[in-house]
Protein backbone atom coordinates (compact mmCIF):
# COMPACT_ATOMS: atom_id res chain seq x y z
CA UNK A 1 0.00 0.00 0.00
CA UNK A 2 2.87 2.39 0.97
CA UNK A 3 4.66 1.60 -2.30
CA UNK A 4 1.69 1.98 -4.31
CA UNK A 5 1.38 5.71 -2.76
CA UNK A 6 4.38 6.40 -3.08
CA UNK A 7 4.11 5.39 -7.40
CA UNK A 8 1.10 7.61 -6.95
CA UNK A 9 3.28 10.86 -5.64
CA UNK A 10 5.80 10.18 -7.93
CA UNK A 11 3.90 10.68 -11.01
CA UNK A 12 1.95 13.51 -9.48
CA UNK A 13 5.03 14.92 -9.44
CA UNK A 14 6.72 14.15 -12.18
CA UNK A 15 3.36 15.34 -14.00
CA UNK A 16 3.66 18.53 -12.32
CA UNK A 17 7.03 18.96 -13.76
CA UNK A 18 6.57 18.35 -16.95
CA UNK A 19 3.59 21.21 -17.06
CA UNK A 20 5.92 23.57 -15.29
CA UNK A 21 8.60 22.37 -18.22
CA UNK A 22 6.07 23.23 -20.60
CA UNK A 23 5.03 26.41 -19.97
CA UNK A 24 8.52 27.66 -18.64
CA UNK A 25 9.36 27.08 -21.94
CA UNK A 26 6.02 29.25 -23.55
CA UNK A 27 6.75 31.77 -20.97
CA UNK A 28 10.42 32.19 -21.64
CA UNK A 29 9.72 32.35 -25.69
CA UNK A 30 7.05 35.13 -24.75
CA UNK A 31 8.97 37.14 -22.88
CA UNK A 32 12.30 36.88 -24.96
CA UNK A 33 11.68 40.53 -26.69
CA UNK A 34 10.74 42.25 -22.93
CA UNK A 35 14.01 40.42 -22.38
CA UNK A 36 15.98 42.18 -25.07
CA UNK A 37 14.64 45.55 -24.02
CA UNK A 38 15.69 45.05 -20.35
CA UNK A 39 19.19 43.91 -21.02
CA UNK A 40 19.72 46.79 -23.55
CA UNK A 41 18.19 49.08 -21.23
CA UNK A 42 19.77 48.57 -18.17
CA UNK A 43 23.19 48.58 -19.54
CA UNK A 44 23.00 51.56 -20.70
CA UNK A 45 21.27 53.03 -17.58
CA UNK A 46 24.58 51.80 -15.27
CA UNK A 47 26.87 53.28 -17.87
CA UNK A 48 28.78 56.03 -16.52
CA UNK A 49 30.33 54.92 -13.27
CA UNK A 50 34.18 54.76 -12.56
CA UNK A 51 35.42 51.22 -13.77
CA UNK A 52 36.42 49.78 -10.43
CA UNK A 53 32.06 50.52 -9.34
CA UNK A 54 30.93 48.77 -11.89
CA UNK A 55 30.08 45.90 -10.73
CA UNK A 56 28.90 46.76 -7.49
CA UNK A 57 26.77 49.08 -9.28
CA UNK A 58 25.44 45.78 -11.09
CA UNK A 59 24.83 44.22 -7.97
CA UNK A 60 22.75 46.71 -6.38
CA UNK A 61 20.87 47.29 -9.64
CA UNK A 62 20.37 43.29 -9.22
CA UNK A 63 19.50 43.22 -5.51
CA UNK A 64 16.30 45.87 -6.55
CA UNK A 65 15.49 44.29 -9.09
CA UNK A 66 15.12 40.89 -7.43
CA UNK A 67 13.20 42.85 -4.63
CA UNK A 68 10.65 44.18 -7.60
CA UNK A 69 9.86 40.62 -8.70
CA UNK A 70 9.38 39.46 -4.61
CA UNK A 71 6.92 42.04 -4.75
CA UNK A 72 5.66 41.35 -7.89
CA UNK A 73 5.20 37.72 -8.00
CA UNK A 74 2.41 37.66 -5.31
CA UNK A 75 1.09 40.97 -6.06
CA UNK A 76 0.28 39.72 -9.35
CA UNK A 77 -1.19 36.83 -8.13
CA UNK A 78 -3.43 38.56 -5.82
CA UNK A 79 -4.53 41.22 -8.73
CA UNK A 80 -5.16 38.45 -10.54
CA UNK A 81 -7.33 36.49 -8.54
CA UNK A 82 -9.48 39.67 -6.95
CA UNK A 83 -9.01 42.67 -9.66
CA UNK A 84 -8.07 40.72 -13.00
CA UNK A 85 -9.42 44.00 -14.70
CA UNK A 86 -6.64 46.24 -12.71
CA UNK A 87 -3.69 44.63 -14.19
CA UNK A 88 -4.27 46.53 -17.63
CA UNK A 89 -4.70 50.22 -16.43
CA UNK A 90 -1.40 49.17 -14.25
CA UNK A 91 0.55 48.22 -16.98
CA UNK A 92 -0.43 51.25 -19.30
CA UNK A 93 0.28 53.89 -16.58
CA UNK A 94 3.89 51.84 -16.41
CA UNK A 95 4.56 52.65 -19.96
CA UNK A 96 3.60 55.70 -20.12
CA UNK A 97 5.63 56.41 -17.39
CA UNK A 98 8.40 54.16 -19.63
CA UNK A 99 7.79 56.44 -22.54
CA UNK A 100 8.56 59.70 -20.57
CA UNK A 101 11.73 58.85 -18.93
CA UNK A 102 12.16 57.91 -22.45
CA UNK A 103 11.62 61.25 -24.20
CA UNK A 104 12.97 62.77 -20.84
CA UNK A 105 16.66 61.42 -22.02
CA UNK A 106 16.03 62.40 -25.78
CA UNK A 107 15.28 65.73 -24.66
CA UNK A 108 18.49 65.40 -22.08
CA UNK A 109 20.65 64.76 -24.81
CA UNK A 110 19.53 67.41 -27.00
CA UNK A 111 19.95 69.91 -24.58
CA UNK A 112 23.19 68.46 -23.41
CA UNK A 113 24.63 68.04 -27.49
CA UNK A 114 23.44 71.80 -27.97
CA UNK A 115 25.35 73.43 -24.71
CA UNK A 116 28.78 71.41 -25.56
CA UNK A 117 28.89 74.27 -27.84
CA UNK A 118 29.32 76.84 -24.91
CA UNK A 119 32.68 76.60 -23.36
CA UNK A 120 31.45 78.29 -20.34
CA UNK A 121 28.84 75.55 -20.13
CA UNK A 122 31.64 73.12 -20.16
CA UNK A 123 33.82 74.48 -17.64
CA UNK A 124 30.49 74.37 -15.22
CA UNK A 125 29.71 70.76 -15.94
CA UNK A 126 33.55 69.86 -15.54
CA UNK A 127 33.24 71.09 -11.87
CA UNK A 128 30.35 70.33 -10.75
CA UNK A 129 31.55 67.07 -11.82
CA UNK A 130 34.44 67.20 -9.58
CA UNK A 131 32.57 68.07 -6.48
CA UNK A 132 29.97 65.27 -7.46
CA UNK A 133 29.62 63.12 -4.54
CA UNK A 134 30.49 59.65 -5.97
CA UNK A 135 28.28 57.75 -3.84
CA UNK A 136 25.17 60.24 -4.37
CA UNK A 137 25.74 59.30 -8.09
CA UNK A 138 26.06 55.50 -7.55
CA UNK A 139 22.53 55.74 -5.62
CA UNK A 140 20.92 57.66 -8.32
CA UNK A 141 22.05 55.02 -11.06
CA UNK A 142 20.74 52.41 -9.27
CA UNK A 143 17.92 54.08 -8.21
CA UNK A 144 16.82 55.19 -11.86
CA UNK A 145 17.66 51.78 -13.46
CA UNK A 146 15.90 49.81 -10.25
CA UNK A 147 12.44 51.65 -11.36
CA UNK A 148 12.90 51.00 -14.64
CA UNK A 149 13.28 47.54 -14.45
CA UNK A 150 10.38 47.83 -12.03
CA UNK A 151 8.09 48.35 -15.04
CA UNK A 152 9.75 45.95 -17.33
CA UNK A 153 9.48 42.81 -14.44
CA UNK A 154 6.01 43.93 -14.14
CA UNK A 155 5.48 42.72 -17.63
CA UNK A 156 7.04 40.45 -17.99
CA UNK A 157 5.30 38.84 -14.75
CA UNK A 158 1.96 39.72 -16.50
CA UNK A 159 2.82 37.69 -19.56
CA UNK A 160 3.81 34.81 -17.62
CA UNK A 161 0.72 35.34 -15.57
CA UNK A 162 -1.28 35.14 -18.44
CA UNK A 163 0.27 31.87 -19.58
CA UNK A 164 -0.32 30.45 -16.68
CA UNK A 165 -3.50 32.34 -15.69
CA UNK A 166 -5.34 28.42 -16.04
CA UNK A 167 -3.02 26.35 -14.29
CA UNK A 168 -3.16 25.21 -10.63
CA UNK A 169 -1.94 27.95 -8.00
CA UNK A 170 1.34 25.94 -7.29
CA UNK A 171 1.82 25.67 -10.84
CA UNK A 172 1.38 29.83 -11.24
CA UNK A 173 3.68 29.99 -8.56
CA UNK A 174 6.51 27.91 -9.23
CA UNK A 175 6.31 29.05 -12.93
CA UNK A 176 6.58 32.82 -11.82
CA UNK A 177 8.96 32.58 -9.52
CA UNK A 178 11.32 30.56 -11.55
CA UNK A 179 10.93 33.22 -14.98
CA UNK A 180 11.52 35.88 -11.87
CA UNK A 181 14.89 34.36 -10.87
CA UNK A 182 16.29 32.95 -14.18
CA UNK A 183 15.30 36.62 -15.88
CA UNK A 184 17.24 38.49 -13.19
CA UNK A 185 20.36 35.89 -13.12
CA UNK A 186 20.28 36.15 -17.27
CA UNK A 187 20.21 39.85 -17.73
CA UNK A 188 22.36 41.18 -14.83
CA UNK A 189 24.93 38.31 -15.19
CA UNK A 190 25.15 39.75 -18.91
CA UNK A 191 24.99 43.30 -17.81
CA UNK A 192 27.78 42.46 -15.79
CA UNK A 193 30.11 40.96 -18.41
CA UNK A 194 29.02 44.02 -20.98
CA UNK A 195 30.30 46.71 -18.79
CA UNK A 196 33.81 45.05 -18.05
CA UNK A 197 34.32 44.34 -21.74
CA UNK A 198 37.02 46.80 -21.61
CA UNK A 199 38.78 45.79 -18.54
CA UNK A 200 38.78 42.43 -20.72
CA UNK A 201 40.24 43.82 -23.29
CA UNK A 202 42.95 46.01 -21.57
CA UNK A 203 43.70 42.23 -19.80
CA UNK A 204 44.21 40.70 -22.81
CA UNK A 205 45.97 43.63 -24.52
CA UNK A 206 48.84 42.98 -21.41
CA UNK A 207 49.55 39.34 -22.56
CA UNK A 208 52.56 38.07 -24.57
CA UNK A 209 50.24 36.75 -27.26
CA UNK A 210 50.20 38.13 -30.43
CA UNK A 211 46.50 37.00 -31.11
CA UNK A 212 45.33 37.88 -27.38
CA UNK A 213 46.79 41.74 -27.59
CA UNK A 214 44.88 41.76 -31.16
CA UNK A 215 41.52 40.53 -29.36
CA UNK A 216 42.06 42.78 -26.88
CA UNK A 217 42.72 45.79 -28.78
CA UNK A 218 39.53 44.90 -31.10
CA UNK A 219 37.73 44.78 -27.44
CA UNK A 220 38.82 48.00 -26.47
CA UNK A 221 38.13 49.81 -29.72
CA UNK A 222 35.10 48.44 -29.75
CA UNK A 223 33.63 48.81 -26.25
CA UNK A 224 32.78 52.33 -26.18
CA UNK A 225 31.02 51.98 -29.54
CA UNK A 226 29.20 49.44 -27.96
CA UNK A 227 28.05 51.37 -24.91
CA UNK A 228 26.65 54.27 -27.46
CA UNK A 229 24.51 51.73 -29.08
CA UNK A 230 23.46 50.62 -25.96
CA UNK A 231 22.40 54.31 -24.98
CA UNK A 232 20.24 54.92 -28.34
CA UNK A 233 19.18 51.06 -28.40
CA UNK A 234 18.04 51.24 -24.61
CA UNK A 235 16.08 54.53 -25.36
CA UNK A 236 14.21 53.28 -28.50
CA UNK A 237 13.54 50.14 -26.24
CA UNK A 238 11.84 52.24 -23.61
CA UNK A 239 9.25 53.73 -26.12
CA UNK A 240 9.18 50.43 -28.01
CA UNK A 241 7.93 48.89 -24.16
CA UNK A 242 6.12 51.28 -23.15
CA UNK A 243 4.15 52.08 -26.73
CA UNK A 244 3.28 48.36 -26.63
CA UNK A 245 1.66 48.21 -23.61
CA UNK A 246 -0.25 51.35 -23.94
CA UNK A 247 -1.35 49.87 -27.91
CA UNK A 248 -2.55 46.75 -26.22
CA UNK A 249 -4.15 48.42 -23.46
CA UNK A 250 -6.33 50.23 -25.93
CA UNK A 251 -8.27 47.78 -27.67
CA UNK A 252 -9.57 49.74 -30.91
CA UNK A 253 -6.04 51.08 -31.34
CA UNK A 254 -4.55 47.41 -31.17
CA UNK A 255 -7.19 46.67 -33.71
CA UNK A 256 -6.26 49.44 -36.22
CA UNK A 257 -2.95 48.45 -36.09
CA UNK A 258 -3.25 45.08 -36.72
CA UNK A 259 -5.90 45.79 -39.66
CA UNK A 260 -3.14 47.76 -41.23
CA UNK A 261 -0.60 45.28 -41.00
CA UNK A 262 -2.84 41.87 -41.66
CA UNK A 263 -1.99 42.38 -45.61
CA UNK A 264 1.73 42.18 -45.06
CA UNK A 265 4.67 39.58 -44.51
CA UNK A 266 5.74 38.60 -41.23
CA UNK A 267 8.88 40.42 -41.46
CA UNK A 268 6.92 43.91 -42.79
CA UNK A 269 4.12 43.43 -40.48
CA UNK A 270 6.03 42.73 -37.11
CA UNK A 271 8.38 46.19 -38.37
CA UNK A 272 5.30 48.23 -39.22
CA UNK A 273 3.85 47.05 -35.38
CA UNK A 274 7.01 47.50 -33.35
CA UNK A 275 7.18 50.89 -35.53
CA UNK A 276 3.56 51.86 -34.51
CA UNK A 277 4.40 50.82 -30.65
CA UNK A 278 8.01 53.20 -30.94
CA UNK A 279 5.42 56.31 -32.08
CA UNK A 280 2.91 55.90 -30.01
CA UNK A 281 5.66 55.36 -27.14
CA UNK A 282 7.01 58.96 -28.01
CA UNK A 283 3.61 60.76 -28.62
CA UNK A 284 2.80 59.61 -24.87
CA UNK A 285 6.13 60.11 -23.46
CA UNK A 286 5.78 64.02 -25.05
CA UNK A 287 2.44 64.24 -23.28
CA UNK A 288 3.43 63.21 -20.25
CA UNK A 289 6.54 65.00 -20.01
CA UNK A 290 4.93 68.80 -21.10
CA UNK A 291 2.30 67.92 -18.51
CA UNK A 292 5.36 66.98 -15.99
CA UNK A 293 6.66 70.45 -17.01
CA UNK A 294 3.24 72.35 -16.64
CA UNK A 295 2.71 70.87 -13.59
CA UNK A 296 6.42 71.82 -12.30
CA UNK A 297 6.27 74.95 -13.71
CA UNK A 298 2.68 76.17 -11.85
CA UNK A 299 4.27 74.83 -8.87
CA UNK A 300 7.61 77.17 -9.56
Known amino acids: MAGSSLLTLLDDISTLLDDISVMGKVAAKKTAGVLGDDLSLNAQQVSGVKANREIPVVWGVAKGSFLNKLILVPLALIISTWAPWAI ?5 LGG ?6 GMEKVVHSLRKDKSEH ?3 AREKRLQNLSQQNAAEFEKKKIKGAVRTDFILS ?9 IVSEAPLLNQVLILSGIAILVTIGVYGIVAGIVKIDDLGLWLKEKSSSLAQGVGGALLAMAPWMMKILTVVGTLA ?29 LSASLLTNLASLLVGMVVGSIVLLAVNLIARVRR
Open 88 to 92: TPLLM
Open 96 to 101: AYLSYE
Open 118 to 120: SPE
Open 154 to 162: AEIVAITLG
Open 238 to 266: MFLVGGGIIVHGIHALAQLIEGYTSGFSG
